[in-house]
């Protein structure tokens, strides 16, 4: 069985994988007790799914009766820079590291389907493969079979790659001898938890998602709560800042996968000349395209709002006659950022004229 291992590893880095890792599919307590809190202090927000998976996820042949092993494979995506230089311009449009070039899912799940379809035919066996497509405690897992471990920003670090690894997981239907468990070190280091712009980590190892600027600007679907809306800065989708600040990623080298390189980045005033259709074509590669255009949308426009360029203030009028009322709030508050106390009373005096929709006349009645 030993010799499988090898093979295996073999095999997986052989596609692209950068490390391999394998364990037992068992849940320890702890970590249930840890999520059972994270959920009842609806840490968690509109992301409801993960009070559904919750049975599902405590136990892994719920999701495959037959697994035995779980191999947890990482895939190095570090950009070989440090992107919290990307927070001081504030006409760019930052875009989260992970999401600047092809969607890793599919990057990632083309290696592992390669990998199922030569361990069917070479020892006739059936296996499952994952890339965020099932209930998986995929970064406690990974600290079991010897990958990193969690930090206090809840996400992974490892020694040799930082806090830049994509995580997969392959469920196999024999018994392969587990990996040893990484500890966790971090020590005394807090850099992630003092850096989080919103204070969105609560605690070590404990987030709360609906201040989280990933969360906000990917997940969450409403106006951003107006007392967290300047710290967004010019992040228009996702924030790298806990990741960023790790002192172990000065370990990381650069990802040696193309897709996941760094693309070319944009200031705010090309994507505001988007539609819905330029939206869907440019990021069709990208996992940008699955939060849709008016999320897109009203992210660039708060970050308009924190931008103090004045040039955009005739395309934010525009957004003021939006179909939808998200944008025209948002518009509102970004507006009320650019202008002066009797520039932005002019704009608040047209609108209530005509203005019925609650939600935007909240934003017009909270401005000065």
């Known amino acids: 069985m030993e010799d499988l291992k090898k093979i295996i590893k073999f095999k997986l880095k052989s596609f692209g994988l950068d490390v391999v890792g394998f364990t037992r599919p068992f849940v320890v307590p702890s970590i249930v007790e840890d999520y059972e809190n994270f959920l009842n202090n609806n840490y968690h927000g509109d992301m409801k799914w993960l009070e559904y998976h919750k049975e599902v996820k405590e136990d892994p042949k719920k999701i495959w009766g037959k697994v035995e092993t779980i191999i947890v494979v990482g895939q190095n995506y570090s950009p070989g820079f440090n992107p919290l230089k ?72 490892s020694k040799k790659f930082g806090s830049w690894l994509f995580l997969g997981e392959i469920f196999l239907p024999i018994k392969l001898r587990e990996d040893k468990e990484e500890v966790n070190n971090c020590g005394r280091c807090r850099d992630c938890i003092d850096i989080c712009p919103t204070n969105a980590i609560v605690g070590e190892n404990m987030l709360d998602a609906r ?19 300047k710290k967004i800065g010019n992040k228009v989708y996702g924030c790298d800042d806990c990741l960023s600040i790790c002192p172990w990623n000065k370990f990381a080298s650069i990802t040696p996968e193309k897709d996941l390189l760094n693309s070319k980045s944009y200031d705010l005033g090309f994507y505001l000349k988007f539609n819905e259709e330029k939206f869907n074509s440019f990021f069709i590669h990208s996992p940008i395209k699955r939060i849709g255009w008016l999320s897109f949308l009203r992210n660039l426009i708060i970050s308009v709002g924190n931008s103090q360029n004045k040039e955009f203030v005739s395309i934010l009028e525009k957004f003021l006659q939006h179909h939808n009322s998200i944008i025209r709030g948002t518009a509102i508050w970004s507006l009320s950022q650019l202008l002066s106390q009797s520039e932005i009373k002019d704009v608040k005096k047209k609108m209530l004229k005509k203005e019925k929709n609650e939600y935007v006349l909240f934003e017009l009645n909270v401005i000065s």
């Open 211 to 229: 201040k989280c600027i990933s969360y906000l600007t990917i997940e969450h679907k409403g106006p951003f709560p107006i007392s967290l809306r």
């Open 86 to 157: 990307e927070n001081y311009n504030k006409n760019n449009a930052n875009i989260s590291v992970y999401a600047q070039n092809h969607d890793y899912h599919k990057i990632i799940n083309k290696k592992l389907s390669r990998f199922k379809s030569w361990f069917q035919k070479e020892f006739n066996l059936e296996s499952k493969v994952f890339v965020d497509t099932s209930p998986i405690f995929e970064k406690q897992f990974a600290q079991m079979s010897g990958i990193g471990w969690q930090g206090k920003h809840t996400n992974l670090v």
